[in-house]
């Protein structure tokens, strides 16, 4: 297991992230992506962190609540110090029928860190999270919460998820102009069939040293290779109930068919390819996997062995290219004409 800074700071984080979606479903979504028990969760996360994971992230509405709770026993079950894992959750999704029990508010803030410290059964959360894109509070509302939550000792790191380039960069900015908590981190969507973030987001989070958490690295499942063409898979796959994150299937079953000819080469599964290209990439720090079983963690816990060599990265990276858009074209062309350095 290698290890990077969560983002510009100086904690180290292991390159795959535990998730915990798959941990209490009982009923419509959750269930289809997964519905463990404390005992098969226990199992999980023992293994996770007997491979030198030391990253656990999870989420106040992760079935309404019971992810968080099922989380934190497991940490516990597990016998390991609270100081060896690196906890983070996420605030934002509506966890109530009031009009207030949702969104990024300084009032839903801080109810919500509350009660997912008690969830969680820890007096504190190493990475807290913005879970969403709030279009009502202003950002700076957003930051200066996230900023006590650090001064009160509730959080320790603050970050992002699902935030548009523009948006992180304004927050930044309030952050740098007042002397308040940067975010660390980002997470969002990015696999090797949705290259989307690599236009404006990337290069923003090099640029300022954020720390990019890849979620849904294998779209779902999707990217598995377990699926054909036709939607066929297998029985009580998460893709047939639950068809998200949305993905170009054609475009997605063009990488598939170059993956699977890596894979059957190297004698590995497609999913542990397609996880190896994406912690190839440099301004990648943690890629989240959820898994149902024991044995299903291990084959994605195994990508860490993979190093795909230049021509491998050069095949992939031409069959999931994106389209060129404005002003990425523009640019591309502007920069002929200035001298190379470095």
């Not at 297991?1 to 419509?28: A, D, H, K, P, Q």
Request: glycine share 12%; with cysteine.
């Amino acid at each position: 297991m290698r290890y990077n800074t969560l983002g510009g700071t100086g904690l180290l984080v292991s390159e795959i992230c535990l998730g915990t979606m798959t941990f209490g479903g009982s009923e419509g979504m959750w269930n289809a992506i997964g519905a463990l028990d404390q005992s098969t969760a226990d199992g999980i996360v023992a293994r996770a962190l007997d491979a030198g994971v030391n990253f656990i992230d999870t989420a106040d509405v992760y079935s309404e609540g019971l992810s968080e709770e099922i989380t934190g026993r497991a940490m516990v079950n597990s016998g390991r110090k609270r100081s060896d894992i690196v906890l983070a959750t996420k605030v934002f999704g509506k966890v109530g029928q009031g009009v207030n029990d949702g969104g990024a508010s300084r009032g839903h803030i801080m109810d919500g860190v509350k009660a997912s410290l008690k969830r969680l059964g820890t007096d504190y959360i190493d990475l807290y999270q913005i879970h969403g894109t709030d279009h009502i509070t202003p950002v700076e509302e957003t930051v200066r919460a996230l900023d006590d939550l650090v001064r009160q000792g509730h959080v320790r790191y603050v970050g992002v998820s699902n935030w548009p380039a523009w948006r992180i960069m304004k927050a930044l900015g309030i952050a740098d102009r007042h002397g308040l908590s940067r975010l660390a981190t980002l997470q969002a969507y990015y696999t090797i069939a949705g290259r989307d973030l690599e236009r404006e987001i990337a290069p923003l989070l090099e640029a300022e040293k954020v720390g990019l958490m890849v979620w849904s690295p294998l779209a779902g499942g999707l990217l598995s290779g377990k699926y054909d063409r036709d939607g066929n898979g297998p029985e009580g796959a998460r893709r047939a109930s639950f068809d998200f994150p949305p993905v170009n299937k054609d475009r997605a079953f063009d990488c598939i068919d170059v993956m699977r000819g890596i894979a059957d080469a190297r004698g590995v599964s497609v999913a542990r390819v397609a996880l190896a290209y994406v912690l190839a990439k440099q301004f990648v720090m943690s890629v989240i996997i959820g898994a149902k079983t024991v044995e299903q963690l291990d084959d994605n816990l195994a990508a860490t062995e993979i190093r795909l060599d230049e021509e491998e990265m050069r095949k992939l990276d031409a069959v999931s290219a994106l389209p060129a858009e404005y002003p990425g074209w523009m640019l591309e062309r502007q920069r002929a004409n200035r001298p190379k350095v470095g």
